[in-house]
């Protein structure tokens, strides 16, 4: 026998780029902004021989903070090493029925991967052509319902009540909402957590709260929804969260006015490019996240993609059925989206 | 239906207790020195703008430092949230066999929680009764192989012949070789992963490097071992490895003279208590971690432990078959450790 006969084989996510040196990273829908100020000094502050010591398993003061800052009790809350951690523990926490897990064909591109690495059976939902949840398609039998809103790498938002249609008809499963890109103007279903205990809101610090690189996300559900994902989180490993990522987690969030103002900037720069890029040819669903989703009317998105990166503008694209013609175009700072939309003006112009 | 028929329930592992306030915490394995000051240092100067973007996959220059102090190329290497999250994803990776995988009946309590967990088939080994690891044993067929070097929470340590005897005549298995203790005076196995291609080992920086509140894990193995590891990785969570995280890790590698400094102190101070605990009518196999595992001639474990708690000294005991007359006494300051000497001193002299 042969040790590789055992080895579990998957066919992994495959990250955006991460390219070095001085480059316009529009492809990973990462903040434009630094986090507040305040993370800066508790991390210059901080008492490193605390670090010798274990952290709190359920994340301490960040725990306690989420729980102040969105208003719901600590026992709502389930903070991980980004939505990623979160989701994948609520994948191997509540999909282990018969019927499969539903969620759309065009979506984040880890839900199958998870659910293909935990052994889940799962079946993608058409969106419709223009790229809309039709929410009747999610009531069927189903093994647990997934929905990303804003869904990715669309954009589109979908109405809390559209939501709450699919929730409270699928009481028998666990239905999450993905809003990892919910606070650049869309709508949180977050009070539905008090009405329907199948619901499972997820959220992260790595967008509207430019944290990427400390890895935080968290859940919001009924207290035994996330006592179970805690049993399960504490049979994997009980101290993910790190003191650090506590702190630097902790003083983010007390500075909220920091956080309002980057995202309304996010907003109004993704506002302002929606009407450069329509009058430059291309179309898109409209957008509540913090990247477009578009295609031109002429030229095909490979080769924008490609052209882009030669100028070192990176965004992304997917080889994809369905989305092939489409890029994904993050929102940077002001300057960076000037320098997209020259670059695009004048490659649009040559190549017609 | 009810959405509570698909979770999966488990028993999850039961962590250390975590006390507050002015207690002497010697129930956790924690090192009672501060992380190296390059940790502070670099924390202090850290430009927090980068934490805006996503963390490099790989542990970025964590493991270029690794690879440099370990002598190992980066390709051999793995890092993941503590040794918990390595040893983890190794069990998801490796054990989908039919065969049960062993280990020993005495040893870290997370490994067959893990098994628990994924439906992996397990079958415990049992010590002998001077609480050591028979080789032979490992010689049967099997799904893969466990053992902790040197063994927790005996603190006894295995031979590199004899476990190279066990890897060996185990070509067909993964063989992991959990050396969270190993810095204390063992010898690590480091050397056969360019021998054997079943090889893993697994390192912490939570015990011998201070940093249990960091969060750090490595494993070492070949890079087909590694490959398949990062497969798996990168189906749950890519970015598992947060900047701050990188960066501390990093430092700490940097100052490997504080390192040795803070190992020989607590190994100093280990044989230096052995001594004390004898004349006190201890006995406790000879430990090479940073703990002992002691059991009185005459009062029963549960009865130090419970009174040790009421005087603000925690340590460590399991209501377990064949270790429950045992207590597992981590290595603190010399002034911790005189002060449960003190207190056993006189509890045992007013008990008998």
Chains 1, 2 share one sequence.
């Not at 000094?41 to 398993?57: A, C, F, G, I, N």
């Not at 409209?286 to 080769?303: C, G, L, P, Q, Y």
């Not at 070192?312 to 175009?329: C, G, M």
Request: with cysteine; net charge negative; proline share 5%.
């Amino acid at each position: 026998m042969n040790w590789e006969d055992n080895v579990r084989k998957v066919i992994p996510y495959t990250p955006g780029e991460q390219p070095v040196g001085d480059v316009i990273k529009l492809n990973t829908n990462e903040n434009p902004y630094p986090p507040s100020p305040e993370v800066k000094k508790v991390l210059s502050e901080y008492d490193t021989s605390e670090l010798r010591k274990y952290p709190d398993v359920y994340g301490g003061k960040l725990r306690d903070k989420l729980s102040e800052v969105y208003g719901v009790s600590r026992d709502n809350i389930f903070v991980g090493v980004g939505s990623d951690d979160v989701l994948a523990i609520a994948f191997l926490t509540f999909f282990n029925g018969r019927e499969p897990v539903i969620f759309p064909d065009i979506t984040y591109s880890f839900y199958d991967v998870w659910c293909d690495l935990y052994r889940i059976p799962y079946e993608m939902i058409p969106l419709n052509d223009e790229f809309r949840i039709i929410k009747e398609d999610y009531i069927r039998p189903n093994g647990g319902i997934v929905i990303p809103n804003p869904n990715a790498p669309t954009g589109v938002e979908k109405s809390v009540e559209d939501l709450e249609f699919i929730i409270k008809n699928n009481k028998g499963s666990i239905v999450i909402i993905d809003e990892a890109y919910v606070d650049f103007g869309g709508r949180s279903v977050l009070p539905l957590i008090e009405k329907y205990d199948n619901l499972l809101v997820v959220q992260t610090f790595s967008k509207s709260r430019s944290m990427a690189g400390v890895r935080i996300g968290m859940a919001f559900g009924s207290s035994k929804l996330i006592g179970y994902m805690n049993d399960v989180k504490f049979s994997i490993n009980s101290y993910t969260m790190n003191r650090l990522t506590i702190e630097a987690g902790a003083a983010a969030l007390e500075d909220n006015e920091y956080f309002v103002r980057t995202c309304e900037k996010v907003i109004s720069t993704r506002e302002r490019v929606k009407k450069q890029l329509k009058e430059l040819g291309f179309d898109f669903p409209d957008s509540k996240a913090n990247f477009i989703f578009a295609t031109h009317k002429r030229v095909k998105a490979e080769d924008i993609f490609n052209a882009a990166k030669a100028k070192n503008i990176y965004v992304r694209w997917w080889n994809k059925p369905r989305i092939d013609d489409y890029l994904r175009i993050s929102i940077g700072t002001d300057g960076e989206m000037d320098a997209l939309v020259g670059f695009l003006r004048e490659y649009l112009d040559g190549s017609i």
